[in-house]
């Protein structure tokens, strides 16, 4: 059975890796994930006890997980070594969870390599004006929504795909459609919330999820206006919804009116980044614009236009828990406005 975090778990595991593959496999995780976390996991524990005689996996600090992210530089990508990265952080993360281990030296090591891994120096460059040009060559509705929320957001394609129309508060008047946003929606108009309880194979809002949310905790999101125009122009063609869950996105070719998936949004994302010149099959993350290009893309030009590293990382979902309280707090003040003040135009 698998455990919940806060359940009462034994202290005396011998082998926590094992512990956490057997409780990820309950959860729905596919062998192919299962094997990617211990392949990760087991290198990690390898390293600490060569390098640094630590045997057992749980009394390791953050001094040998910092030690671990750098063995990995000169061997791998940034984009790979923040895979592994966070493989470890939610391996700590669960283990402390649920009482087997006392606390997650990766919590700080995840927060300080953050803004160095999303500023990838190798990544293709490019302005607001430029991506103002790509937005504008994509014409069909449900492709252009897709793309500016992403670029509005900074959202993973995951969570985008996972959002439905109660995530989503915004006044339609002028359409015949209606719906009840969720509770944490109902003083913040024109936003989006973006949760972070979806995982694949888990049950929300009475459907199966095929994609997982991978932000730490939720966030609410501003609508600005030329999100919102963008928006209705898809609503006022979207398909009804094939699911009860009423999914925001739905496909509109061979699955219409079902939810749409990673896969649909990367498959016309490369079509339109490719007829740009921006993407090439083997061209790799320094030279290719996909879906997550976006998020580097939000995280970057909302850094710079605000100089806030942390509304920024309250938006990317991604803040540790002090940090959080005080944005939440202070919600309509803070972040809304400034998200307002300086978020870029990419359809004007």
């Known amino acids: 059975m698998a455990t919940e975090p806060g359940a009462d778990a034994p202290t005396d595991v011998a082998d926590p890796i094992e512990y956490f593959l057997d409780d990820q496999r309950y959860h729905g995780k596919s062998e192919r994930t299962l094997e990617a976390y211990e392949r990760v996991l087991r290198r990690f524990e390898a390293f600490v006890r060569e390098r640094f005689d630590v045997e057992a996996i749980g009394t390791a600090q953050r001094r040998e997980c910092m030690a671990w992210i750098h063995s990995l530089r000169g061997e791998f990508e940034s984009s790979t070594i923040a895979t592994y990265a966070s493989y470890l952080n939610r391996f700590y993360d669960y283990m402390t969870r649920v009482g087997v281990f006392d606390d997650n030296p990766m919590g700080l090591v995840m927060e300080e390599m953050s803004e160095s891994i999303d500023t990838n120096p190798t990544r293709r460059d490019l302005s607001v004006g430029e991506m103002r040009s790509f937005v504008g060559s994509i014409t069909h509705p449900l492709e252009r929504a897709v793309v500016v929320t992403l670029l509005k957001t900074g959202m993973r394609v995951g969570e985008l795909c996972n959002l439905d129309l109660r995530d989503l508060h915004l006044e339609t008047p002028a359409l015949d459609l209606e719906w009840t946003p969720r509770v944490g929606l109902e003083r913040r108009p024109s936003s989006l919330f973006v949760s972070a309880e979806p995982d694949r194979g888990t049950t929300v809002n009475g459907e199966e999820r095929t994609a997982s949310n991978k932000r730490k905790r939720e966030t609410v ?54 007829e740009h010149g921006w993407y090439r099959t083997g061209g790799g993350t320094q030279e290719n614009v996909t879906p997550h290009y976006f998020r580097h893309f939000f995280t970057t030009h909302l850094r710079d236009r605000t100089g806030d590293r942390g509304i920024v ?36």
């Not at 991604?318 to 309509?332: E, L, P, Q, S």
């Not at 803070?334 to 870029?344: A, D, G, K, N, S």
């Open 221 to 274: 999101v501003p609508v600005d206006d030329e999100l919102r125009r963008v928006l209705l122009e898809w609503l006022a063609i979207r398909p009804d919804a094939v699911s009860g869950a009423r999914p925001l996105f739905l496909d509109t070719r061979d699955s219409w009116g079902q939810r749409l998936t990673p896969s649909d949004v990367r498959y016309f994302v490369e079509k339109h980044a490719r």
């Open 313 to 348: 990382q309250y938006l990317r979902g991604d803040v540790a828990g002090d940090v959080i309280d005080t944005y939440t707090h202070n919600w309509g003040d803070r972040v809304r406005e400034t998200y307002l003040e300086c978020i870029y135009g990419v359809t004007r």
